[in-house]
C-alpha cells in the first residue's frame, strides 16, 4: 500500500497537477484578446511588463497593497497560512527524504521544529480563516460549500501529517491518511479555485497589463496599489 | 417572441423611434412593456461564447468569496454595510448566474440584473484595486450592461442616451448646426469683453484640436467661452470641429457597443481630417474615457491609441501654468479652504493624479485632500450614467452620503470638479442634503485668476 501509494499514485497526482495547471495557463492567454479585454497587450511590451510587475510584486508582499495596510489582522494570519502551505511540503525532511531515495537528489530543508511550528501556524491561521468566513456577514453571504471544502482539502495533510511526524496513536493510518489527502490535494489543485496558485500570477498580471498599457500607465506615475 | 412597442431588443435608428420613447415620460410605458419582454436566450448563449472569454470567466470562476472587496465599495459603506452590496455577491448573483447558466436565465433576472448593474455599480472600478486578485468587477458590470442593453433591459434614459448618440452623433439632441452656432453666438456674445476672440471652426493643423460634452452647447455654453477664452489668453493656435465634436459616450453607460464605435469613429474621423498636433477635451470624465481610453479599442485601433495624442483639460491646464502661458494673480488664489473631487475615469483609469493636484497648487491657498484621495478616492456618487436615471434616484441619493462626508471631513465649503459627472453629483447633493457646500469647474475658476496680458485687454 505505502509502495503503491508514494510510488505511482504519487506520479499520477504529480502529473495531473502539473499538466492541469499547464493547460489552465495555455487556456487563460489563448482566451486574452485585446479587443474584447480592451487592452493593447503585445503593443506596449515594456509598459506592460512593467505593470504585471507591479501588480503582482504590490500583492505577493504583506502590507505592500492599501487592501493590505488597511486590515492588518487578517494580512497576518493569511501570509502566514500561506507560508506554512507552501515552505512546509516544499523543505519538509520527510520529503527530502523520499527524493533522495528515489532519484539522489539533494534537497534543501528547513528545521523540523520551523516546520512543526509552521503547520501548527498553518492550522491555526486556516482555522480562523474558517471561521471567519462564517463570523462576517460580507463573507458569509458569498460562501459556498466548496470554499469550505477546499479549506479542509487544503489542511487535511496538515493535520495528518503532524500526527504521524508526532507520533500518535495509530502512526501508520495517519501516514497513509497524509498521504492519500496529499495527493487528493494535488490532483484537486488544477480543477478547483486552488488553481489560484499559479492562477494568482495570471489575473494579477493581466490586470497590471491593463493598468499598465491603457489605464494611465504610460501617462502617470502608474497606479498605487 | 413578445416585444414591446418602445421597450424591445432594437437599438433606436431613427428620429421617430427616439421622439416615440422621450413622448413616453419618465419611461412609464416603457418599464411596463419591459416586464413581458423575453429572453432570446440563444442569442444570449451565443454571446456569451463569444464574448465571454479567459478573462471574464476566470474572474467569475476563481473568486475566493474572501469579502475584501467589500468596504471598495461606496454603495456598500453607504447602505448600512448590507452583505447584498458586496461587489463580489452582485456581480456573483447577476452575470455569475447568466453565465453557470449558459444565458438560460428569465426577464425576471434580466431586470434584477439591470437594477443592479445600473443601480449599485458605477463602474467607478474601485473594487478592482482592493481585489487580491485583481477582479475587476466594474468591468464585468460593464459587460453584463452590454448583454442587459443586447435583450432590451436597459434603463429608459440609457435607451434613450444611446439613441441619441445614434441619430444625432452627439447626447442631449444638439446637432452638428447647433454645435457651430453656439460657438458664433459666444463669440459675439464676448467679442466686447475680448477683443480678437475667435472659436476658429474646422482649421487644419492646429496645435489643438477642443472637444466638448454636448451637455455644454446644451446648457453651459459660457463654459465653451470660457474655454475659448483661456486658448486665447494662453496664446494657443487651436481649433473645434464642426462634426465629430462631442466626445461623450451615453452609449457606453448603456451597454450599447455598436453605438459606441459609431461615435467615436465620428471623433477620430474629425482628428484625422484636420490632423491637429493633439487633442484637448473638456472638464468630463466619462467622455474622456470614451474618447481616449476605451475609444481606440471599439474603433479597433491596435495600438489602444487615439489618431492623435489626447489629453484631458487638467493635463493642459497643468502644462499652461507650468509652461507660464497661463499666469495666475498671486492676490487673486483661493484663500478659502478648497478640496478637489478625482474623477474616477480619467484618476483611477488614467493616471492623471498629479496634474490635478499641480494645477491646485497654482490657485489654491489652503488646498485640503479628501481622504482618500488619487486613484483610490471614492466615485462621486452619480457616475456611470447613475445621475441621469430616474428610476434609481433614491440609490443615487443613499450613494451620495459617501462623498458628502468625504468633503464635511476636509472642512472645506468649495469643492473643485472638474467632471461633468462628479459636478452634477455634487450639486445634488447640495440639494439632498443642504450642507452648505459649492462646486465649481477649473475653467471659471481660472478665468478669475489669471493675469490678461496688456494687448488682451477689454477695450474702454
Known amino acids: 500500500m505505502y509502495d503503491f501509494l508514494t510510488g505511482p499514485a504519487l506520479w499520477l497526482a504529480f502529473i495531473v497537477c502539473g499538466a492541469g495547471l499547464l493547460t489552465r495557463i495555455v487556456w487563460y492567454v489563448y482566451g486574452l484578446n485585446w479587443q474584447l479585454d480592451r487592452v493593447a497587450y503585445t503593443r506596449h511590451p515594456l509598459a506592460g511588463l512593467k505593470g504585471a510587475l507591479r ?25 502566514l497560512f500561506h507560508l506554512g502551505l507552501i515552505l512546509v511540503p516544499l523543505f519538509l525532511e520527510g520529503h527530502a527524504v523520499l527524493l533522495e531515495q528515489g532519484w539522489g537528489i539533494a534537497w534543501p530543508t528547513i528545521p523540523m521544529w520551523l516546520a512543526d511550528a509552521l503547520t501548527l501556524i498553518a492550522l491555526a491561521t486556516g482555522l480562523a480563516i474558517l471561521v471567519r468566513r462564517f463570523a462576517l456577514p460580507e463573507v458569509r453571504i458569498l460562501t459556498t460549500g466548496s470554499d469550505v471544502l477546499i479549506l479542509i482539502l487544503a489542511m487535511a ?13 495509530g502512526y501508520q493510518f495517519w501516514l497513509l491518511t497524509h498521504i492519500v489527502t496529499g495527493e487528493i490535494l494535488l490532483i484537486s489543485i488544477p480543477f478547483t479555485r486552488l ?15 491593463d493598468f499598465g498599457i491603457k489605464r494611465g500607465g504610460m501617462k502617470g506615475r502608474g497606479i498605487a496599489w | 417572441m413578445p416585444e414591446g412597442q418602445l421597450c424591445n431588443k432594437n437599438p433606436i435608428q431613427t428620429k421617430e423611434e427616439l421622439d416615440a420613447l422621450l413622448a413616453d415620460k419618465g419611461g412609464k410605458q416603457y418599464y411596463q412593456e419591459m416586464l413581458d419582454l423575453e429572453v432570446d436566450t440563444a442569442k444570449l448563449k451565443a454571446s456569451l461564447d463569444k464574448t465571454c472569454k479567459s478573462r471574464m470567466r476566470t474572474w467569475l470562476e476563481i473568486c475566493a468569496h474572501c469579502g475584501l472587496c467589500a468596504d471598495s465599495c461606496f454603495f456598500y459603506l453607504t447602505n448600512n454595510r448590507d452583505p447584498k452590496q458586496v461587489p463580489a455577491y452582485k456581480i456573483q448573483s447577476t452575470l455569475g448566474h447568466i453565465v453557470r447558466k449558459k444565458g438560460k436565465v428569465d426577464a ?24 487580491p486578485y485583481g477582479i475587476d468587477m466594474g468591468v464585468m458590470f460593464s459587460y453584463l450592461r452590454g448583454l442587459c442593453f443586447s435583450q432590451g433591459f436597459v434603463p429608459w434614459e440609457m435607451k434613450i442616451g444611446s439613441g441619441m448618440h445614434r441619430v444625432y452623433q452627439a447626447q442631449m439632441a444638439v446637432t452638428d448646426e447647433d454645435w457651430v452656432d453656439t460657438c458664433e453666438w459666444m463669440c459675439e456674445e464676448y467679442e466686447d469683453d475680448w477683443p480678437c476672440l475667435t472659436i476658429p471652426v474646422d482649421k487644419e493643423n492646429a496645435d489643438i484640436l477642443y472637444l466638448v460634452n454636448a451637455r455644454e452647447p446644451m446648457h453651459y455654453p459660457d463654459d465653451i467661452a470660457e474655454a475659448a477664452i483661456l486658448f486665447h489668453i494662453a496664446g ?54 470614451a474618447t481616449v481610453t476605451e475609444g481606440p479599442y471599439w474603433a479597433g485601433r491596435k495600438n489602444g491609441q487615439t489618431p492623435v495624442p489626447s489629453f484631458h483639460y487638467v493635463e493642459w491646464a497643468a502644462e499652461a501654468l507650468r509652461s507660464g502661458k497661463l499666469k495666475i494673480d498671486p492676490a487673486k488664489k483661493i484663500k478659502e479652504p478648497v478640496t478637489l473631487q478625482d474623477s474616477c475615469n480619467y484618476i483611477r483609469n488614467h493616471g492623471l493624479t498629479e496634474s490635478t493636484r499641480e494645477i491646485m497648487s497654482y490657485i489654491a491657498e489652503d488646498f485640503r485632500e ?41 472642512g472645506c465649503n468649495l469643492v473643485v470638479t472638474p467632471c461633468h459627472n462628479c459636478f452634477d453629483a455634487v450639486r445634488d447633493l447640495e440639494e439632498v442634503f443642504q450642507v452648505g457646500i459649492s462646486w465649481s469647474f477649473l475653467k471659471p475658476l481660472l478665468l478669475k485668476m489669471v493675469e490678461v496680458p496688456e494687448h488682451l485687454q477689454p477695450r474702454e
Open chain 1, 55 to 79: 501588480s503582482i510584486l504590490h500583492w505577493l508582499i504583506p502590507f505592500a497593497a492599501r487592501n493590505w495596510r488597511l486590515r492588518p489582522l487578517f494580512t497576518v494570519t493569511f501570509f
Open chain 1, 157 to 169: 495533510p496538515f493535520l495528518t501529517g503532524f500526527l504521524a511526524v508526532q507520533q500518535a496513536p
Open chain 1, 195 to 209: 488553481s489560484h496558485m499559479i492562477m494568482f500570477f495570471l489575473t494579477r498580471a493581466q490586470i497590471g497589463m
Open chain 2, 108 to 131: 425576471k433576472h434580466m431586470i434584477m440584473c439591470m437594477d443592479t448593474a445600473w443601480s449599485k455599480c458605477t463602474c467607478c472600478n474601485r473594487c478592482g484595486m482592493y481585489c
Open chain 2, 236 to 289: 494657443e493656435d487651436w481649433t473645434v470641429s464642426s462634426t465629430g465634436w462631442d466626445m461623450t459616450s451615453l452609449s457606453m453607460f448603456a451597454g450599447d457597443w455598436e453605438s459606441a464605435r459609431m461615435q467615436v469613429d465620428k471623433v477620430y474621423e474629425a482628428m484625422e481630417r484636420l490632423r491637429p498636433k493633439r487633442m484637448v477635451g473638456t472638464e468630463c470624465g466619462h467622455a474622456f474615457r
Open chain 2, 370 to 410: 479628501m481622504n482618500p484621495n488619487r486613484e483610490h478616492n471614492f466615485c462621486c456618487g452619480g457616475g456611470g450614467g447613475l445621475n441621469g436615471i430616474g428610476r434609481y434616484r433614491k440609490e443615487r441619493n443613499i450613494g451620495l452620503k459617501q462623498k458628502r462626508d468625504q468633503i464635511l471631513s476636509t
